[in-house]
Structures are given as C-alpha cells and as structure tokens.
C-alpha cells in the first residue's frame, strides 16, 4: 500500500478552492463578482502583449539560461535604479516562474532543513505551506492592528532563536506596510542576530500615498522577492525575480537549474517590456485606490473595527465578528446567496481568521460597487 508523503500534507489553498466554487456557480449560470483573488481584472500592458507576440512569430522560444535572458536581467537592475535609487548587479539577479517559484529557490538556498522561520500571522498562506514542506518550522508572529498586522522588534524578540523571517510590505491579507524606519529597524535586527531576511515585495508599486520602501535599500544581504504579477498585471504569465546575496548566486544558479530550467521565455520577452508600461500600469493604480475608497466608505462600519486601512495591495481584511465565527460558513452563504466570492480569513490566520474575511478590490470599479450594494441589501 503507497500513501501520500507527509511532506504534501500541507493546508488547502482556500481562496483556490473558493475561485473553484465561484467558476461552478458561473458555468452554473450565476453572476458572480470575484472579490476573492488577488487578480487584476486587467490584461498584461499593451507593450508587453506587442512583444511577447512579435517574439511569438520571430523567436524559437527555446528554453534560456536558468538566471534568465540578460536584457531581462539588465531591466530589472535599471528598475532598481529608479525606483530605490540602488545599484543591483545583474549577477545577483534571478528570473523566476513568478515569486512563487521564488520562495523555493530562496528557502532551499539559504536556510537548512529544520530552521525556524517567522512569519507574520495573518499572512499569505502559501509561506506556511511551502515552508513545512521544505522542512522548516514555522513560528508565527500573531499580529494586531497595534503592530499594524506586521513584524516588531518585540514579537521578534519573544520569538526565541529564529534562522529566518519572511516579511511582505505591503502585506496579504491586509495591505499594511513598514514604515521605512521599521524596516530599518527589521532589517538591523536581522543582521545583528544572524536572521536570514526573505523580503516579498510583490505588490510594490501599488500603494496609496505611502512609497514602499525595499529590504535592499537597508539590508543588502536580505533576499528580495517579486513579480510581474501584480503592478503589470501579470498574473498568468508565472514571471518574477529575486535578488540575492552573491554567496548564495552559485546554490540559487543551481536550484533554479535543477527545479524549472528556465523562466517561461515568451513572458520574459514580454516582461522586458513592462518596465516601459508604467503609465498604464499606473492608471490601473489609480483604480484600486477607487475601488479602495468605495469599500471603506460603503462598507458596514463594523467590518473596519480594528482594522487598519490599507496602504498597499487591494485588499480589505475585514472583521465580521458581528455576524459570524466561522468564516469560511460565512464566505459560502455570501456566495451561493448574493454571487459575491470572498475569502475566509482562516486561510490567512487558522487560529485567528474565524471572524475575518478578506475582500480584494483588484477587479472592475462597478463590481466593487455592486458587491457593496448586495452586501448591504442581503445584510
Ligand atoms: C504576498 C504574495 N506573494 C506572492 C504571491 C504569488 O505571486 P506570483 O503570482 O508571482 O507567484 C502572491 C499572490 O497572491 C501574494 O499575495
């Protein structure tokens, strides 16, 4: 008899399985708004789209060397440049099959088997999830909105000795950041106790006043994490990158080698052109802070108690203790009764999230609009 590896028995991927519900309900012939995925509703950037086709009809498309095509190396170091006004040297730079693929070359390049690494609960669930199956053990930071639901010195202290920290800003679930003197303070930290720092910076770029501030800028040996996904609206086309410290380029080389060969080819070739996207990338900015304001002021007031606004991404983590301690019973009723897919808050804190629930606002601004309707009418 063969039984599955312990190390695949991770938790479920909820918003993935609540996507799967809400596809049913819509094959099914229900209208269903998707306030669950942290999707954009729009399409890559035109320019992108102009050059993955032209490289379609005039490229092999044949695999590329595991740390991706130069050219694609050389946007990412300029985009530092501008953006953070640091120097990254192509040689620290990676190209990944997005920041998901990321997470597996930076955990398996720097931290052994059996270290302890934090994270901050809530968080995205996937770093739970491949941090066990990679044989790490997990410490969970259990933030509040005091803390702004991020690391602080004094969680980090009581944590006991940690190898390594995961830290997102801005976050999922909730789309808090540090403030660039915590992130100073984080990062000193980090280097003073031998922590290996992980930075996701995947939502970089949508933010709504506040600049996010890079673990680079602070701490050069951090790892950095990010994507094409989210700012370029990239989902689909699996295209990221990390920067790492030059002692980890040859492991981080290797693994990349070894696990997926090489990035898909035709997104770099469309990820090269993203960088010159900005100002469409930007109008798509400008609707998440909309769709932000429509949802904090339609909102019941109640679901913003101890709640933080966010300051990046295009989530709401919202508290429905009022109605509720059982989120994902929660997320199911407003489903299959209003057509509105939500995602339970357990999937981002499992001992914490029975009373949250986390609504995304990357998708259209009349979508928002008509979920804030039903959702006050079915209340
Ligand atoms: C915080 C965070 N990191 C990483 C990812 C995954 O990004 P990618 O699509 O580049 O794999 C997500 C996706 O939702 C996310 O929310």
């Known amino acids: 008899m063969f039984y599955p590896a312990s190390r695949g028995e991770i938790d479920p991927f909820i918003v993935m399985q609540v996507m799967s519900d809400a596809v049913k309900r819509e094959a099914a012939g229900d209208n269903v708004l ?34 991706g095509m130069t050219k694609m190396r050389e946007k990412i170091s ?13 040689e620290r730079i990676v190209v990944t099959t997005g920041a998901s693929s ?20 809530p968080g995205y669930p ?3 999830n491949i941090l066990k199956s990679l044989g790490a053990q997990v410490v969970y930071l259990a933030t509040d909105e005091k803390d702004r639901f991020q690391p602080t010195l004094p969680r980090l202290e009581k944590a006991g000795k940690l190898d390594g920290l995961i830290i997102a800003s801005p976050s999922n679930p909730t789309g808090t ?37 890079s673990a680079l800028e602070s701490n050069p040996d951090a790892i950095v994490i990010n994507s094409f996904s989210k700012y370029f609206s990239m989902t689909g086309w699996r295209i990221g990158w990390i920067i790492a410290p030059p002692e980890l ?40 802070a909309l769709n932000r304001d429509i949802l904090l002021n339609e909102l019941p007031s109640t679901w913003l108690d101890d709640l933080v606004p966010a300051d990046g991404a295009f989530y709401i983590y919202a508290n429905v203790a009022k109605y509720t301690s059982d989120s994902r019973k929660f997320c199911q009723r407003i489903l ?5 897919a939500c995602t339970p808050g357990i999937d981002f804190d499992p001992s914490r999230g029975h009373a949250t629930i986390r609504l995304s606002f990357a998708g259209a601004s009349e979508d928002i609009l008509e979920a804030c309707k039903r959702l006050k009418a079915w209340l």
């Not at 399409?43 to 379609?56: Q, W």
């Not at 290797?254 to 109008?283: H, M, N, V, W, Y």
């Not at 299959?336 to 509105?340: A, N």
């Open 34 to 67: 998707h306030l669950e995925i942290g999707q954009p509703s729009t399409p890559a950037p035109k320019g992108v789209l102009e050059a993955a086709r032209f490289a379609l009809y005039n490229d092999k498309i044949g695999y590329t060397v595991p740390l």
């Open 78 to 90: 300029s985009h530092y440049r501008k953006w953070y006004d640091i120097d990254v040297s192509i």
């Open 102 to 121: 990321g997470f597996t070359i930076a955990i398996l390049s720097a931290l052994e088997h059996g270290s302890r690494v934090a994270i901050a609960s």
């Open 126 to 128: 996937a770093y739970r």
């Open 177 to 213: 950041m540090l403030s660039e003197n915590s992130m100073k303070e984080i990062t000193r930290w980090c280097q003073l106790n031998g922590v290996r720092l992980i930075s996701d910076e995947v939502y970089h770029g949508i933010d709504f006043g506040q600049r996010p501030v």
């Open 249 to 288: 380029m040859s492991s981080v080389e290797r693994l990349a080698a070894s696990f997926f060969i090489s990035a898909p080819t035709i997104s770099q070739f469309g990820a090269i052109a993203a960088f010159d996207c900005i100002e469409e990338a930007q109008k798509n900015v400008a609707r998440y």
């Open 336 to 340: 299959t009764e209003i057509g509105i």
